[in-house]
């Protein structure tokens, strides 16, 4: 389902565009390598993207390109369970330090602030940061930043979809 090789060639740019305005582009990444586009294409159909967006935007968008997606709960994990033909668009907290009651952060304005978008495959996992790893390094990856997984849309095609 996913190309584990593509990575879309504008990724860069539109990092540094979208996160010079306070904005993030890691969920458009990720739909970006699931469905093998670049931001500028995917952004020509995405007309209103709001230079950030959480699960149910991403979830929308999936839905209406003919994917079944999923809602499951990562339980602050290190790693998920794939359904067999599925892909994982997984929700990253990255862990504060002022104590606070929302994973580390005062508010949860702020801890909302602290998020990440990676995509989970059988085998490996994409951050539009650094690329593709291999799945083995996800433990790492994770526990190195101070994040964990809290949920993730696991997505299928749909049987009939003309994608």
């Known amino acids: 389902m996913v190309d584990v090789i593509y990575i879309p060639a504008d990724t860069n740019q539109f ?42 935007p991403l979830r ?4 209406s ?10 339980k602050k994990g290190y790693n998920i369970n794939l359904f067999p033909n599925s892909v994982a668009l997984a929700r990253i907290q990255w862990k504060g330090e002022d104590g606070g009651d929302f994973h580390g952060y005062k508010s949860f304005q702020e801890a909302t602030m602290h998020t990440h978008f990676i995509v989970i ?33 696991e997505i299928t095609r749909k049987q009939h979809a003309k994608l």
């Open 15 to 56: 990092r540094d565009v979208y996160e010079q305005q306070g904005g993030g582009v890691c969920g458009i990444s990720c739909l970006c390598v699931i469905l093998h586009k670049t931001h500028e294409d995917l952004l020509k159909e995405w007309k209103d993207y709001p230079g950030y967006c959480n699960v149910k």
């Open 60 to 63: 929308a968008f999936l839905e």
């Open 121 to 153: 495959t059988e085998r490996f996992f994409y951050c539009n940061a650094i690329g593709w790893l291999n799945r083995a390094k996800l433990y790492d990856y994770l526990k190195e930043g101070n994040g964990y997984i809290t949920s993730y849309l």
């Open 65 to 74: 390109k003919g994917y079944s997606v999923k809602q499951r709960n990562g």
